[in-house]
């Protein structure tokens, strides 16, 4: 039989090695400059931005925020000459590459916003990402919120295509 101290002790050394495995999964993937388009009252969709880093390789596979209904990744490009917008399944994050999610490529498109999102306020964002060893982590970003002209592109309906 375990003495008490010794359960402690065996508790105290499983939790701590929980707590590191967590803080490598997280170390595996860095992101920067998060940050949300603002909104005006009324309107229900925004993109949110950031640049992404995986040190081992990993891909978004979900993104979900409490200021919207949905988060979905999306993809814009051109198309002969017409920008489309579509959601993707997920983001490859290549071994030690930059990627970024910016207007007019790779975002997150937040759908069914629940209130306007003002300039300087922050929105909460977790990121699923899957390991390059398959276990699936939650990244937690904070990103602030932007000038509703930040990063501007051309107009576009949902549908995808370019307005004129």
């Known amino acids: 039989m375990m003495s008490r101290s010794n359960r402690s002790s065996v508790c105290l050394a499983v939790l701590t090695a929980g707590l590191l ?4 999964a997280f170390a595996q993937v860095t992101v920067q400059d998060a ?7 009324g309107q229900t969709s925004s993109g949110a931005f950031m640049t992404l880093q995986s040190a081992d390789g990993a891909k978004v596979v979900g993104v ?6 949905t988060a979905e990744i999306h993809e814009m490009k051109m198309e002969g000459d017409v920008m489309r917008m579509r959601a ?4 490859e994050l290549p071994k030690g590459q930059t990627v970024q999610l910016k207007p007019g490529g790779y975002h997150v498109m937040l759908m069914d916003l629940k209130q306007p999102l003002a300039k ?3 929105v909460p964002l977790t990121l699923k990402v899957e390991l390059a ?3 699936v982590v939650e990244q937690k ?6 000038d509703l ?14 307005k004129h």
């Open 133 to 135: 060893d398959k276990r």
């Open 141 to 146: 970003v904070e990103a602030r919120v932007r």
């Open 120 to 122: 300087d306020a922050t």
């Open 88 to 91: 993707v399944p997920s983001l």
């Open 35 to 41: 940050w949300v388009r603002g909104t005006v009252p």
């Open 149 to 162: 002209t930040a990063g501007n592109m051309p107009a576009m309906n949902h549908g995808g295509e370019h």
């Open 21 to 24: 495995a967590s803080a490598a």
């Open 64 to 69: 979900t925020t409490p200021v919207a209904g």
